[in-house]
């Protein structure tokens, strides 16, 4: 395994931090804080090029704010400087956090996505009888610091990069020496990486016939029950000793039954919403009436067309869904 190199003096390099910089204000264009960046552009990323080429950039200047959607998380946004250097470091290292990827891991990568995971996802429930689905709890905030920075440094070998790497993760904590920041770029690639480590030994070293992951959630897919069952102990003692993460009640059920699967009820040949999720449409969709926000709702629609919901659509929109789908 080759580790990659002399890619720190890219990071620094004025071009790049330039590209960084457009990147970042992508959809925040009329912020104050980007609007002050942008006024002494030239200036300000001189000044990040010095900084990192001299070894004394800084992270940790978030800011926080909870959010309940659908569970509570707690998002941690860096300021803009550090959006910044995050979209900078991502420009040139982010082919080797991806070569690193396998086929089906579909959470944070360019040509993935959640609706190529869902046609994986149904190829492998008209295929196989069988699921063990499982997710990792509190995975954002179990993440250990050590064991990723000894991740990093089996992909990376420059030294200063590693650094660079370790002062991100640094700045942020749950716990002593635990959690990555939910809203951070960079946190996105860390994670994929984390993980990476078990989805090389699901795959590669035990030989599962199909599986899936989209960040945390993943599913294994079986023939056999009893396959099922004896790969279930040892997914849970590599979560458990190799990650120090802890998982989730696991489900182990027949395809056919349906999976629940990213808000959905997945099977071979349809994909449902289940209740809960139509429960969620309609309460964010009568708030978004109230506020008259395209904005919101857009991606609400997105969510339920992508099911095959056209009753449930119907009856929302011309009947009285919301009440219906309440108490379903």
Same mark, same amino acid.
């Given at each position: 395994?080759?580790?990659? &190199? !002399? /890619?720190?003096?890219?990071?620094? +390099? @004025?071009?790049n931090?330039?590209? *960084? #910089?457009?990147?970042?204000?992508?959809?925040?264009?009329?912020?104050?804080?980007?609007?002050?960046?942008?006024?002494?552009?030239? &200036? !300000? /990323?001189?000044?990040?090029?010095? +900084? @990192?080429?001299?070894?004394?950039? *800084? #992270?940790?200047?978030?800011?926080?704010?909870?959010?309940?959607?659908?569970?509570?998380?707690?998002?941690?946004?860096?300021?803009?400087?550090?959006?910044?250097l995050?979209?900078?470091?991502?420009?040139?290292?982010?082919p080797? #956090?991806?070569?690193?990827?396998?086929?089906?891991?579909?959470?944070?990568?360019?040509?993935?996505?959640?609706?190529?995971?869902?046609?994986?996802?149904?190829?492998?429930?008209?295929?196989?009888?069988?699921?063990?689905?499982?997710?990792?709890?509190?995975?954002?905030?179990?993440?250990?610091?050590?064991?990723?920075?000894?991740?990093?440094?089996?992909?990376?070998?420059?030294?200063?990069?590693?650094?660079?790497?370790?002062?991100?993760?640094?700045?942020?904590?749950?716990?002593?020496?635990?959690?990555?920041?939910?809203?951070?770029?960079?946190?996105?690639y860390?994670?994929?990486?984390?993980?990476?480590?078990?989805?090389?030994?699901?795959?590669?070293?035990?030989?599962?016939?199909?599986?899936?992951?989209?960040?945390?959630?993943?599913?294994?897919?079986?023939?056999?029950?009893?396959q099922?069952?004896?790969?279930?102990?040892?997914?849970?003692?590599?979560?458990?000793?190799?990650?120090?993460?802890?998982?989730?009640?696991?489900?182990?059920?027949?395809?056919e039954?349906?999976?629940?699967?990213?808000?959905?009820r997945?099977?071979?040949?349809?994909?449902?919403?289940?209740?809960?999720a139509?429960?969620?449409?309609?309460?964010?969709?009568?708030e978004?009436?109230?506020?008259?926000?395209?904005?919101?709702?857009?991606?609400?629609?997105?969510?339920?067309?992508?099911?095959?919901?056209?009753?449930?659509?119907?009856?929302?929109?011309?009947?009285?869904?919301?009440?219906?789908?309440?108490?379903?």
């Amino acid at each position: 395994m080759r580790r990659a &190199g !002399n /890619l720190y003096p890219k990071i620094a +390099e @004025l071009e790049n931090l330039e590209l *960084a #910089f457009w990147k970042a204000q992508r959809r925040k264009s009329a912020r104050s804080d980007v609007q002050a960046f942008r006024a002494n552009l030239s &200036g !300000n /990323l001189r000044r990040l090029s010095e +900084e @990192l080429l001299s070894g004394n950039v *800084a #992270f940790g200047n978030y800011r926080y704010f909870t959010i309940y959607d659908p569970k509570e998380r707690v998002i941690c946004a860096a300021d803009f400087r550090e959006r910044v250097l995050h979209h900078a470091i991502i420009n040139v290292c982010e082919p080797v #956090f991806e070569k690193y990827q396998i086929f089906d891991s579909f959470a944070c990568r360019k040509g993935k996505g959640l609706d190529a995971c869902l046609v994986r996802t149904r190829e492998f429930c008209r295929k196989y009888r069988w699921f063990l689905k499982a997710d990792v709890h509190k995975f954002f905030d179990s993440v250990d610091h050590a064991v990723l920075l000894r991740l990093l440094s089996r992909r990376f070998k420059d030294g200063r990069l590693i650094d660079l790497f370790s002062k991100i993760i640094e700045s942020y904590e749950t716990c002593p020496g635990k959690g990555l920041p939910i809203g951070n770029l960079t946190s996105q690639y860390f994670a994929n990486l984390y993980l990476g480590v078990a989805d090389h030994l699901i795959k590669d070293a035990w030989r599962v016939p199909a599986y899936v992951r989209y960040m945390d959630d993943f599913v294994l897919f079986f023939d056999e029950k009893e396959q099922a069952k004896c790969v279930k102990a040892r997914v849970e003692e590599l979560f458990s000793r190799a990650l120090k993460l802890d998982l989730n009640a696991f489900q182990l059920n027949r395809t056919e039954r349906g999976l629940p699967f990213l808000s959905y009820r997945v099977f071979g040949d349809c994909l449902r919403l289940s209740q809960k999720a139509k429960r969620r449409f309609c309460r964010k969709m009568e708030e978004a009436n109230r506020e008259e926000s395209a904005e919101r709702a857009l991606p609400l629609l997105a969510f339920v067309q992508r099911a095959d919901s056209y009753g449930f659509r119907r009856e929302f929109f011309y009947g009285n869904g919301s009440r219906t789908a309440r108490t379903a």
